[in-house]
């Protein structure tokens, strides 16, 4: 039986860098039927070319403006001919992956119809042992949104493939044909939660989001925008949160989001700043 094809979108913005060493292990992938796609956000920093000069098998999309994550990955995924693209990896540029980190990814969807998206256990790039994701919470009560084994060391309770609430938009696969039905990424987030927003609304379709940690890949933590503390970051990332938290919340939950919305801001600056020292 033939692989099923496999298209592995990674996004660039200034990260040529970052870019190439992800691509480099990109190429090392043991997988058969595979090809990678780089969507450039208009950068200034002769990204484009110095991928095509290193890569010139990889497509570049050049895009003629910053379209963001949610944009730009969507409009790389809108060049996909869908006669010839089964499954989509969406992959942050400021990752290195593990040679067998597709099939796993792949896998469950072959038996199961109500898998929307599978995620892999992700480690720090810089501590390869320390976990940065191995599934996420999400509480539209409390408005806490979190990975879970963050800055934990591996063990035996992360390598079990189980539920999770969302995937990261680190990494993560989906069928080609239900992330078109879902409409892809919400462009209206303005730089985080769309990942979060994703497989919330996977979830409320019924539908299945799922944590495999066979799949390996390690992140290099904040480098693709820049791995400095931003205030301009963080407010565009509380106003993500408050954006998933009206859209996905009931009344009831939203309103208990408001009365703790004074926590929820100083939970997520310290938090932000713990990780960039991280």
């Not at 035996?156 to 990424?185: P, Q, V």
């Not at 009831?252 to 960039?276: D, G, K, M």
């Amino acid at each position: 039986m033939n692989s099923p094809s496999v298209k592995v979108i990674v996004l660039n913005w200034n990260g040529k860098d970052l870019t190439l060493e992800c691509l480099e292990s990109l190429k090392k992938v043991s997988y058969s039927n595979y090809t990678i796609i780089v969507a450039d956000n208009n950068s200034s920093d002769n990204s484009v070319e110095t991928i095509n000069t290193g890569y010139p098998n990889i497509p570049v999309i050049k895009l003629d403006k910053n379209y963001g994550y949610a944009g730009g990955n969507n409009r790389a995924f809108n060049s996909l001919k869908e006669d010839k693209t089964e499954y989509v990896i969406f992959l942050n540029n400021d990752t290195i992956v593990d040679k067998n980190f597709i099939f796993p990814l792949i896998e469950p969807f072959l038996s199961n119809k109500n898998i929307y998206q599978t995620v892999p256990k992700i480690f720090y790039q810089k501590n390869p042992k320390l976990i940065w994701y191995a599934g996420g919470n999400v509480n539209l009560w409390t408005g806490k949104v979190s990975h879970k084994g963050i800055r934990q060391y591996d063990n035996e309770k992360y390598n079990l493939k189980s539920l999770t609430k969302y995937a990261t938009g680190c990494c993560f696969c989906m069928r080609y044909n239900d992330f078109k039905e879902i409409g892809g990424f919400d462009e209206n987030f303005p730089m985080y939660s769309e990942d979060v927003d994703l497989s919330l609304t996977i979830r409320k379709q019924g539908n299945e989001v799922w944590y495999i940690p066979e799949s390996i890949i390690w992140h290099k933590v904040s480098a693709s925008i820049g791995g400095t503390f931003s205030l301009s970051k963080n407010m565009k990332k509380l106003r993500g949160l408050f954006l998933l938290f009206k859209k996905h919340a009931n009344p009831f939950q939203y309103l208990s989001i408001i009365l703790l919305s004074p926590f929820i801001i100083l939970f997520q600056f310290v938090n932000l700043l713990f990780t960039i020292k991280k």
